[in-house]
């Protein structure tokens, strides 16, 4: 149950050079220097494909945050905020974002502390090169101080349909913030449609290191897979018949429509996520699902088309594209 | 549910926080939350303990007018941001910080990884990784870097050697 219950683990490192202005106080050029800086010693550490924000056109950037590669905060950096990606793309490093260096590694499943090893090792090989911004007293030095001592987020993203649907969710969240735990819906246009994703993470990064951190997000993760168990299995005792035509006529208008907004299509793409994770609908391409719910967002159309439409006709491309995905892959 | 900040779009951003039992609710809509920074401060309500700053209660607002010496940010920017301009900062708000420190965090000091003290590289250390970055800028055909860098270990060495 699991498996199906967590999606992914993340570990966000945000690290600062000693002495330099934070990103939003830098010039265009000293954040040029520091990008070519910062990728020219990760050359040496691992392979990486390079990105430089200004030298990208909009619905690659637009799409690369859709895929939460990097955050709409690179944005505010257009011109000369940039991102190396490893060619397993598990690692995703941004410069100048809100701090110098936000590093991320993102792996499957609940695994915070194989994340947080990789992550860990960049980071120090990086440190060799770069002085860091950083107190014995306070930690790391961030540009904000909610990010301060270990400078580390630790998150889990998590597909929680059957305490949604029971309406639990507001007391989880007032329960697990005493833990020191934040619970919030996944992020992103369509957020409100695709209700079931919550990330859930450490809310304080000071006074307690890194791997008591991890393991209080772990405890709370567990708590809450047992919690989702539970429900499911009571949602499916009360409402079987219910669930089994909801996730099928899900399957049946994403299979068979002309038009089809985003906001339409994650409810209805949550509505399949839901009825897999209950066994209650099987079809072909299952495994793919989360890929297919990143590649219905506006820019991700737009780059397979290749150009910027408008939302009519991305509306029709969205349906199409649903369409050739889902259609005859029902098995009986 | 309402943005609590431009009371006109659906807030889809909702976070709750609990430290030391005080608890606050912030909703937003995305756009909102996108340029409050919410996204990325871990549901932080700045105005919260703004609020609760004594200096600003007490009407001293010139005080959060005093700039860092090193960057220029102000108190007064960083409470408008949420943002500190950079590492000084930290040294010269000392005393307004802890604090608002105390409040996010629910702590003080940090017990986690440390960072590399570069100052207790020794010597040989150094050198070689100014050579790593000689190597490197050669490699990119950037010679200017790379004189600049070899004038520096020669700096250093000349330092070392009349010790």
Do not use: W
């Amino acid at each position: 149950m699991e498996s199906n219950v967590i999606v992914s683990s993340r570990i966000r490192l945000a690290r600062d050079i000693k002495g330099m202005p934070f990103p939003h106080m830098m010039s265009n050029a000293d954040c040029q220097k520091l990008v070519d800086k910062v990728f020219d010693a990760l050359d040496d550490i691992g392979d990486f494909d390079y990105f430089q924000l200004g030298k990208m056109n909009l619905l690659n950037i637009q799409m690369a945050i859709e895929s939460n590669d990097i955050s709409k905060e690179l944005l505010k950096n257009s011109e000369t905020g940039a991102y190396a990606k490893s060619i397993d793309e598990t690692v995703t490093i941004m410069v100048c974002e809100e701090d110098h260096i936000r590093l991320q590694c993102i792996m499957p499943g609940l695994s915070l502390r194989k994340a947080y090893d990789i992550a860990n090792d960049i980071d120090s090989e990086l440190n060799k090169s770069f002085e860091y911004a950083f107190s014995s007293k306070l930690g790391y030095l961030t540009a904000c101080p909610t990010n301060i001592g270990t400078g580390m987020r630790a998150s889990v993203m998590m597909f929680l349909p059957a305490l949604t649907i029971a309406g639990s969710i507001d007391d989880i969240i007032a329960t697990i913030s005493k833990m020191g735990i934040v619970l919030r819906g996944s992020r992103g246009e369509g957020s409100k449609a695709s209700e079931f994703m919550y990330q859930l993470s450490n809310e304080i990064t000071l006074g307690k290191t890194e791997d008591e951190i991890i393991t209080m997000v772990e405890n709370a993760v567990l708590k809450l897979v047992d919690l989702e168990t539970n429900a499911r299995k009571e949602l499916l005792e009360k409402n079987y018949d219910m669930l089994v035509d909801k996730c099928h006529r899900a399957y049946g208008i994403l299979s068979n429509s002309y038009i089809m907004s985003t906001d339409e299509a994650q409810k209805l793409l949550s509505d399949i996520k839901l009825g897999l994770a209950l066994g209650l609908i099987k079809i072909k391409n299952a495994d793919s699902i989360d890929d297919i719910c990143d590649s219905i967002k506006p820019y991700h159309i737009m780059g397979r088309y290749g150009k910027n439409i408008d939302s009519e006709t991305r509306d029709k491309c969205r349906a199409k594209y649903l369409h050739n995905i889902f259609a005859n892959t029902l098995i009986e | 549910m309402i943005c609590d900040k431009c009371k006109n779009k659906e807030a889809t951003f909702h976070s709750r926080t609990n430290i030391n039992g005080k608890i606050t609710e912030v909703h937003l809509c995305d756009e909102c939350a996108t340029k409050t920074g919410a996204y990325s401060k871990s549901m932080m309500d700045f105005n919260n303990f703004f609020n609760n700053d004594p200096l600003i209660s007490l009407g001293m607002d010139e005080l959060s007018k005093e700039v860092c010496d090193f960057c220029g940010t102000s108190f007064e920017d960083f409470k408008n941001s949420g943002l500190l301009g950079c590492d000084h900062c930290y040294d010269y708000f000392e005393n307004k910080l802890k604090d608002i420190i105390e409040n996010v965090q629910g702590a003080n000091y940090h017990v986690g990884k440390t960072a590399l003290d570069h100052n207790q590289l020794t010597y040989d250390e150094k050198i070689e990784d100014l050579r790593e970055q000689i190597n490197r800028a050669v490699d990119k055909e950037d010679y200017e870097t790379a004189a600049k860098i070899k004038k520096q270990i020669e700096k250093m060495q000349g330092e070392h050697n009349g010790k």
